[in-house]
């Protein structure tokens, strides 16, 4: 059987569900099953032959199958990596342990810092020595080498991170390094700093290439079993996985750098919501992915998703930076909350949900320890909830330098369309969308996500005396790499270039990413570049400094293929206002009792429809609240907006 370039699967393996989203064409099917934490190939197969079923294709049909996870998430977090090694140079073995040597809770006597991913005793110091511009001062010695892997063998290491200082100016001894361990351990894993961080600061690139290492085994032996059940299962086609960058690569990449699939789920949702901005024509978006464990907020502008060149996983402290492990890849920046409908109707009765078991465990573990009514004491969870997720919005917004005001916030997993309009309220949004296919709205966007693959070297250089032809070599090097990535998923596309570059005061302790012009460069390109610095460091700082030398210190390059497809079809819009399906009590945290409100069923509702809040909007994956301080209607995409009413 020959597949099928129009037919594409997407599956997103979440905290609670996995879900899925399969296109023939222009329709599409979803559906949505729980997790299975223990062997999530299991679920992923599942969902995938549920899916195809419903939708009368052969597994051997499809074109492509697009895959985003959070097994790497919940590995650092839980801890359940392999049993990892460092080696690094002499005296520097306690970096990943001594941080910055700054207090993230600058009052909390009793602070507690993320234990690092390689315990002290794993962490084994070789001889050598290489300067910030890449001169050795103490060649590798061999003996010491020899030493350290003899011990590795000795504790059954399964993975070895390899960070030297300053291994980004020049890898010779890194590579040697690891060449080494895989001719005497040909079954260890091995991560070099070199490769997977190539940019200064010693503490973030030995934490990433650790964290990689740490990955390398579980990630490995998980795509691995999946795609060869997934050819017993007689699908034959491509397996791509979604990174955190927000771009799509090959199982092999992701088996090398598998720290790159962390947050990729979570990425899925962020493309989802930017795909829908550019729909609408929308610049200024914040997106709600809510789930059934965790919430997700990212900031979009102009259909771009907020980027980050590092992040931290696995904080010990709640919004605070510093308390979790940093990660130096590229990602869409979130900000990530633990917190996570009509009960008979979800997922079109396949699930039926407890309603019994979640009274009972509100009225035993908060009703009455507190002397509340059942319902009361939901409502102060649901609120609680609320003002997290606000609140979280709220510090990413500021720490920004955006406004959340004047932004359409894009509500869409399984919880987020029942919590948008209330979030929206505390934040003082005036416009909500929830889109087609909201539950599964990380898988959808999976679909719409580009291969692409960015590149990012460190290379300290000052404007004034910047060698054009010494970045113009860089940077070839750097689109071949990233090319021969990109090839592997789309071999025939027309690809798609940008550079940036990460730029500073002299003097400064951190950068600000500039977009470059991608063609070569000359020794003119010194005042654009200039330009280009002072015109962004403006809009963050309000301001630039004169006469203060610039330097620039990595430099980047993404290559992506075009995304395909669309997430809708516009039709025409005829206002009605439609007969609600049902009518049934739901609680009014404004008057603090039941109210009776309007049910209607959103496969019924028509592009115009309009309905006037209070009332809820249900359909298989998920419900919308329309609360008393927003109405709904239906646009030409069949999305759910809800607008602020003046009364």
């Given at each position: 059987?020959?597949?099928?370039p129009?037919?594409?699967?997407?599956?997103?393996?979440?905290?609670?569900?996995?879900?899925?989203a399969?296109?023939?064409g222009?329709?599409r099917?979803?559906g949505?099953?729980?997790?299975?934490?223990?062997?999530?190939?299991d679920?992923?197969?599942a969902a995938?032959?549920?899916?195809?079923?419903?939708?009368?294709?052969?597994?051997?049909e499809?074109?492509?199958?697009?895959?985003?996870?959070?097994?790497?998430?919940?590995a650092?977090?839980?801890?359940?990596?392999a049993?990892?090694?460092?080696?690094t140079t002499?005296?520097?073995?306690?970096?990943?342990?001594?941080?910055?040597?700054?207090?993230?809770e600058?009052?909390?006597?009793?602070?507690?810092?993320?234990?690092?991913?390689?315990?002290?005793r794993l962490?084994l110091?070789?001889?050598e020595?290489?300067?910030?511009?890449?001169e050795?001062?103490?060649?590798?010695?061999?003996?010491?080498?020899?030493?350290?892997?003899e011990?590795?063998?000795?504790?059954?290491?399964?993975?070895?991170?390899?960070?030297?200082?300053?291994?980004?100016?020049?890898?010779?001894?890194?590579?040697?390094?690891?060449?080494a361990?895989?001719?005497?351990?040909p079954?260890?894993?091995?991560t070099?700093?070199?490769?997977?961080?190539?940019?200064?600061r010693?503490?973030?690139?030995?934490?990433?290439?650790c964290a990689?290492?740490?990955?390398?085994?579980?990630?490995?032996?998980?795509?691995?079993?999946?795609?060869?059940?997934?050819?017993?299962?007689?699908?034959?086609?491509?397996?791509l996985l979604?990174?955190?960058?927000?771009?799509?690569?090959?199982?092999?990449?992701?088996?090398?750098?598998p720290?790159r699939?962390?947050?990729?789920?979570?990425?899925g949702?962020?493309?989802?919501?930017?795909?829908?901005?550019?729909e609408?024509?929308l610049?200024?978006?914040?997106?709600?992915?809510m789930?059934g464990?965790?919430?997700?907020?990212?900031?979009?502008?102009?259909?771009q998703?907020q980027?980050?060149?590092?992040?931290?996983v696995?904080?010990?402290?709640?919004?605070?930076?510093?308390?979790?492990?940093?990660l130096r890849?590229?990602?869409?920046e979130?900000?990530?909350?633990g917190?996570g409908?009509d009960?008979?109707?979800?997922?079109?009765?396949?699930m039926?949900?407890?309603?019994?078991?979640?009274k009972?465990a509100?009225?035993?573990?908060?009703?009455?320890?507190?002397?509340?009514?059942?319902?009361?004491a939901?409502?102060?969870?649901?609120?609680?909830?609320?003002e997290?997720?606000a609140n979280?919005?709220?510090?990413?917004?500021?720490?920004?330098?955006?406004?959340?005001?004047?932004?359409?916030?894009?509500?869409?997993g399984g919880?987020?369309?029942?919590?948008?309009?209330?979030?929206?309220?505390?934040?003082g949004?005036?416009r909500?969308?929830v889109?087609?296919n909201?539950?599964?709205?990380?898988?959808?966007?999976?679909?719409?996500a580009p291969?692409?693959?960015?590149i990012?070297r460190g290379?300290?250089?000052?404007?004034?005396?910047l060698?054009?032809a010494?970045?113009?070599?860089l940077?070839?090097e750097?689109?071949?790499e990233?090319?021969?990535?990109?090839?592997?998923?789309?071999?025939?596309?027309k690809?798609v270039?940008?550079?940036?570059?990460?730029?500073?005061?002299?003097?400064?302790?951190?950068?600000?990413a500039?977009?470059?012009p991608?063609?070569?460069l000359?020794?003119?390109?010194?005042?654009t570049?200039?330009?280009?610095?002072?015109?962004?460091?403006?809009?963050l700082?309000?301001?630039?400094?004169p006469?203060?030398?610039?330097?620039?210190?990595?430099w980047?390059?993404?290559?992506?293929?075009?995304?395909?497809?669309?997430?809708?079809?516009?039709?025409?819009e005829?206002?009605?206002?439609?007969?609600?399906?049902?009518r049934?009590?739901?609680?009014?945290p404004?008057?603090?009792?039941?109210?009776e409100?309007?049910?209607?069923?959103?496969?019924?509702l028509?592009?115009?429809?309009?309905?006037?809040?209070p009332?809820v909007?249900?359909?298989?994956e998920?419900?919308?609240?329309?609360?008393?301080?927003?109405?709904?209607?239906?646009d030409?995409f069949?999305?759910?907006?809800?607008?602020?009413?003046?009364?």
């Amino acid at each position: 059987m020959t597949s099928s370039p129009t037919i594409r699967l997407g599956v997103d393996i979440g905290g609670t569900f996995t879900d899925v989203a399969l296109e023939v064409g222009e329709r599409r099917f979803t559906g949505k099953i729980l997790t299975t934490p223990h062997a999530p190939e299991d679920g992923v197969l599942a969902a995938l032959r549920s899916v195809t079923a419903e939708a009368g294709v052969e597994p051997g049909e499809v074109g492509v199958i697009i895959h985003g996870t959070t097994l790497a998430t919940n590995a650092l977090i839980e801890r359940k990596g392999a049993r990892t090694a460092l080696l690094t140079t002499e005296g520097f073995r306690d970096v990943v342990e001594i941080r910055h040597e700054n207090r993230f809770e600058q009052y909390d006597v009793n602070i507690d810092l993320p234990p690092p991913l390689v315990p002290r005793r794993l962490r084994l110091p070789v001889r050598e020595r290489i300067d910030a511009q890449g001169e050795v001062l103490l060649p590798l010695d061999e003996s010491s080498v020899a030493r350290a892997i003899e011990t590795l063998a000795a504790r059954q290491v399964e993975a070895v991170a390899v960070g030297l200082l300053h291994s980004f100016t020049n890898p010779d001894h890194e590579r040697r390094l690891g060449d080494a361990i895989a001719r005497r351990l040909p079954e260890v894993a091995v991560t070099l700093s070199c490769e997977v961080s190539p940019e200064m600061r010693e503490y973030e690139r030995f934490s990433t290439a650790c964290a990689n290492a740490y990955l390398q085994p579980l990630i490995g032996r998980y795509l691995v079993k999946l795609a060869r059940e997934l050819l017993r299962a007689g699908f034959h086609c491509p397996l791509l996985l979604m990174t955190s960058g927000g771009g799509i690569t090959t199982t092999e990449t992701a088996i090398r750098f598998p720290v790159r699939l962390v947050e990729s789920g979570p990425a899925g949702g962020a493309i989802f919501a930017a795909c829908i901005a550019r729909e609408h024509g929308l610049d200024q978006v914040v997106s709600f992915d809510m789930g059934g464990t965790t919430a997700k907020i990212c900031l979009i502008d102009k259909a771009q998703p907020q980027t980050a060149r590092v992040f931290e996983v696995a904080r010990i402290y709640r919004f605070l930076k510093g308390s979790g492990l940093p990660l130096r890849i590229p990602v869409i920046e979130m900000v990530e909350i633990g917190a996570g409908i009509d009960p008979t109707t979800f997922l079109g009765g396949r699930m039926p949900l407890d309603v019994a078991g979640a009274k009972r465990a509100a009225a035993e573990r908060i009703a009455t320890a507190l002397n509340l009514a059942t319902e009361h004491a939901a409502l102060g969870v649901s609120e609680m909830v609320d003002e997290n997720m606000a609140n979280a919005a709220r510090v990413h917004a500021i720490e920004s330098g955006k406004d959340l005001r004047p932004r359409t916030l894009i509500a869409f997993g399984g919880a987020a369309p029942l919590h948008a309009a209330r979030v929206a309220e505390k934040l003082g949004i005036s416009r909500v969308l929830v889109p087609a296919n909201a539950g599964v709205g990380s898988a959808v966007g999976l679909l719409r996500a580009p291969v692409a693959y960015e590149i990012v070297r460190g290379r300290l250089l000052r404007l004034g005396s910047l060698d054009a032809a010494s970045v113009n070599r860089l940077f070839a090097e750097m689109r071949a790499e990233a090319e021969a990535i990109v090839r592997r998923g789309a071999p025939a596309a027309k690809l798609v270039e940008q550079r940036s570059a990460f730029m500073r005061y002299r003097g400064q302790g951190h950068e600000i990413a500039v977009d470059l012009p991608v063609r070569d460069l000359t020794a003119a390109d010194r005042s654009t570049i200039r330009e280009l610095f002072e015109a962004v460091y403006r809009r963050l700082y309000s301001r630039a400094i004169p006469g203060v030398e610039i330097e620039i210190l990595s430099w980047v390059l993404a290559v992506r293929a075009p995304a395909e497809g669309h997430l809708a079809a516009p039709a025409r819009e005829q206002p009605t206002e439609p007969k609600p399906q049902s009518r049934r009590p739901v609680f009014d945290p404004d008057v603090g009792e039941f109210r009776e409100v309007p049910i209607y069923w959103r496969p019924d509702l028509a592009p115009g429809a309009r309905i006037s809040g209070p009332a809820v909007i249900a359909e298989d994956e998920t419900s919308t609240v329309v609360s008393p301080r927003f109405d709904a209607r239906i646009d030409r995409f069949g999305y759910i907006e809800l607008t602020r009413n003046e009364a």
